[in-house]
């Protein structure tokens, strides 16, 4: 759902736009019209849902992913009609180097204009499409925007679209904290990815954003999130800067992208075109900003809608639209080390307990399958279960096709869907290393990187010479920053 975003904040969105203002565009197969009913195609102005936007200025963008699926599917063959399976608002903010995505989970109440109160919100798009979607977000926003939620630009993106973008740039390398397995013929997606890093492409990229069986509508959307921010991080994507590879990229999303009248105007891409340099030339961050507050009805088993307060909207609205609360601490590749007292501090975290027994009976399993160093954490979480099956010994291709030796420690936090786990690899510089946080020395002498989102800590790495070790906190965040530092810190050897 997010592809396009990304390339737009890399050097590839120089090419695109740069391309597209050279010469007409062009696509080898048949190209969706514009979306209809925006107010854009010479109807009443006053009923504009598009608000224009000067060039380099902040803007904020409607992608929607849409299950249209091929005809002898199970639901086309049922005679369904295509839901808004993925909602997703994007602020572009060159001003901030900054990219927040928010998702709106598809089962929130809302009142959809002139159509419905107290529904799903995906309700919008079976009664209207992109366009009665587009109406309902600006709705819903409204009393937190003071007036009208301004939205400069729609994306409709069927899941061809999506898995054709994937594997035209090879796949996404993704930390993937557990096993997702459905078999076919459940009823649910059939799915089968591994727990580890590793590459996703095609049906098994689209299947790991989709997945909410066995979790939620908000775990999905932090997936898809994951997703969008792994991807940034690919070398293949940053070296989309050709206009030949604009042009080939360009004719695929074409065909499975619908948008807005206006997108495509030169002006329009003019002002993509400077936002996208000034992405490429800055550290740009790409923000979660967390639906929070959500309450189920009285009856979750029968009523599934999800509902929010009005004061927890202006919130979401506010992390959105500044980064307050979701902001990144500042950057810095000063190495800081440990003090005395941080140490000491340390030493007495509560919340953690030994884990050297179980840590050691891994290591001895591991020791016959694995060909590199195995480090497993002497301090766990004081709710945590190894899941069984752990650690995954296994091998990964890097992006020059080389094999590098791989495990993974899945560990379950205490708490349906949240797990964390531990990383090992002898590819010493996969892509989700790349520009850490904050770099931290311990008084032994390790140096431990740092990776935010927001406030919290999503990852502690820490290198070797024969390989790299990381920590992983869970998608709901919820080991705090002071206990994913102690965790990395006590990643140990058999007998040491």
């Not at 004719?251 to 936002?275: E, P, V, W």
């Not at 080389?402 to 590819?427: D, F, M, P, S």
């Amino acid at each position: 759902m997010g592809v396009f975003l990304i390339f737009l904040s890399t050097g590839a969105g120089v090419a695109i736009a740069g391309y597209l203002m050279i010469e007409p565009p062009a696509a080898p197969g048949p190209v969706p019209t514009p979306i209809p009913g925006l107010g854009d195609d010479g109807g009443n102005t006053a009923q504009k849902v598009i608000a224009p936007v000067e060039p380099g200025g902040p803007r904020t963008l409607l992608v929607l992913g849409s299950d249209r699926r091929a005809k002898n599917s199970r639901d086309s063959r049922m005679g369904q009609e295509p839901h808004s399976d993925t909602i997703v608002l994007v602020r572009l903010d060159p001003k901030r180097h900054r990219i927040a995505v928010l998702s709106l989970p598809r089962d929130l109440s809302v009142t959809i204009p002139g159509d419905a109160d107290g529904v799903k919100i995906n309700q919008a798009y079976d009664d209207g499409g992109a366009a009665l979607t587009a109406k309902t977000v600006k709705y819903l926003f409204a009393p937190a925007a003071g007036g009208d939620f301004k939205i400069n630009g729609v994306i409709d993106v069927n899941f061809r679209g999506f898995q054709e973008a994937v594997s035209y740039v090879k796949g996404v390398y993704i930390d993937v904290d557990r096993k997702y397995y459905n078999p076919e013929g459940t009823g649910y997606a059939a799915i089968d990815v591994k727990a580890g890093y590793q590459r996703l492409a095609g049906s098994d990229a689209l299947a790991y954003v989709r997945y909410r069986h066995g979790d939620s509508d908000l775990y999905r959307n932090a997936r898809q999130q994951d997703f969008l921010r792994q991807a940034t991080a690919q070398r293949s994507v940053r070296e989309l800067t050709s206009i030949n590879d604009a042009k080939k990229l360009f004719g695929i999303l074409q065909q499975y992208f619908s948008f807005d009248k206006n997108f495509k105007s030169r002006r329009n891409l003019a002002g993509l075109l400077k936002t996208a340099v000034n992405f490429a030339m800055n550290h740009t961050v790409v923000n979660q900003i967390k639906f929070r507050g959500i309450a189920e009805s009285d009856d979750p088993t029968v009523d599934t809608r999800l509902f929010i307060s009005p004061e927890n909207l202006d919130k979401i609205y506010n992390d959105f639209m500044t980064g307050a609360h979701s902001k990144n601490p500042p950057r810095s590749d000063v190495v800081v080390t440990e003090k005395k007292s941080e140490a000491r501090a340390a030493s007495r975290l509560t919340g953690l307990v030994s884990g050297r027994r179980a840590g050691e009976d891994m290591a001895v399993l591991a020791a016959k399958k694995l060909d590199m160093p195995f480090y497993f954490p002497r301090l766990i979480t004081n709710r945590t279960q190894y899941v069984t099956g752990t650690p995954r010994i296994y091998k990964i291709k890097d992006e020059d096709g080389k094999r590098h030796n791989a495990y993974r420690i899945v560990a379950y936090a205490g708490e349906t869907g949240e797990y964390w786990g531990v990383q090992g690899l002898t590819w010493r510089d996969p892509p989700i290393l790349a520009d850490p946080d904050r770099l931290r020395k311990l008084r032994n002498g390790r140096t431990l990187m740092l990776y935010y989102d927001g406030a919290k800590i999503v990852r502690v790495a820490w290198k070797t010479p024969r390989g790299v070790y990381w920590v992983s906190n869970s998608i709901g965040r919820k080991i705090s920053n002071a206990r994913m530092v102690a965790i990395a810190a006590s990643l140990t050897r058999l007998h040491s």
